[in-house]
């Protein structure tokens, strides 16, 4: 109900305000000669250590430009195992009510913002495509999330999985999309197999894929694993403001937390 889906969102918004203020140093999360040092804990896999300093001048921008005061990690977190049970538990009791007016809000919030720092993305240089696991080179691509993450450091592109080729068995039906409104179209094309392939119409969840694998594992360098995905979300949910930091924490703080501390 309502005063339940507010009350994720004040929790939300509290979790993001108990977070800005663990820095260290000139109080923005880094002194200037330690901006790009990698946090202790951080994983060091070959071509991935700490920071990627292209992407933090992007995040810098986009929000100096929407007036966000960007607070970066002082550390690379360990996953609290008991809050992680509760977010799982939570997560599990919460209503699936896509229409519930607070629900609509928070997503085409995240939708709105997501794309807005897409295309900061795009204009700094970079670009994606749809990988096509047909393809042998893509299939190796895909092999591990860490050469998305080195493609995107060497050569400013990244491959995506789309979509529309793990949800369900089948292809996605008008009642999934009004079911849920990450499977919205934004209206974007990215060519499928490389930079050069035919273009595929682009999700609202594809393109949030692209920009969180950016922002939150290719900002600071953090992994796939449970203690990734919570340091990937400590390093996303920065860049958000208003019922979009409910949504976005659901997506990648809830869902995380449920994967590896929930019922399953």
């Known amino acids: 109900n309502l005063q339940d889906t507010q009350k994720q969102t004040n929790l939300a918004q509290d979790e993001k305000r108990k977070i800005q203020p663990e820095r260290t140093g000139d109080g923005r999360g880094r002194t200037e000669s330690r901006k790009f040092t990698p946090l202790e804990g951080a994983p060091a896999v070959p071509g991935i250590n700490g920071p990627d300093p292209q992407l933090v001048g992007v995040a810098e921008k986009y929000?100096?430009?929407?007036?966000?005061?960007?607070?970066?990690?002082?550390?690379?977190?360990?996953?609290?195992?008991?809050?992680a049970k509760r977010i799982a538990d939570a997560y599990e009791q919460m209503a699936d009510n896509p229409q519930d007016p607070k629900v609509k809000e928070a997503y085409q919030d995240l939708i709105n913002q997501t794309i807005a720092q897409y295309q900061a993305l795009v204009d700094a240089g970079y670009k994606f495509?749809?990988?096509?696991?047909?393809?042998?080179?893509?299939?190796?691509?895909?092999?591990?999330?860490?050469?998305?993450?080195?493609?995107?450091?060497?050569n400013k592109e990244m491959g995506v999985f789309p979509t529309t080729d793990g949800y369900g068995e089948g292809d996605i039906t008008q009642e999934q999309i009004d079911a849920n409104p990450l499977l919205a179209d934004t209206g974007?094309?990215?060519?499928?197999?490389g930079i050069d392939g035919e273009m595929k119409p682009v999700l609202a969840n594809d393109l949030f894929r692209a920009v969180h694998d950016a922002f939150g594992h290719g900002l600071e360098g953090a992994g796939f694993r449970a203690r990734g995905?919570?340091?990937?979300?400590?390093?996303?949910?920065?860049l958000f403001t208003g019922p979009a930091v409910a949504a976005i924490t659901s997506e990648t703080r809830g869902q995380n937390s449920w994967l590896n501390y929930g019922p399953f």
């Open 229 to 238: 995905e919570e340091n990937a979300w400590q390093a996303h949910v920065r």
């Open 188 to 193: 974007i094309k990215l060519p499928v197999g």
């Open 129 to 154: 495509w749809f990988m096509d696991l047909n393809i042998p080179s893509n299939e190796d691509y895909a092999a591990s999330p860490y050469n998305a993450l080195r493609d995107l450091r060497q």
């Open 63 to 83: 929000a100096a430009d929407n007036g966000i005061d960007l607070r970066r990690q002082s550390e690379y977190v360990e996953v609290d195992e008991q809050r």
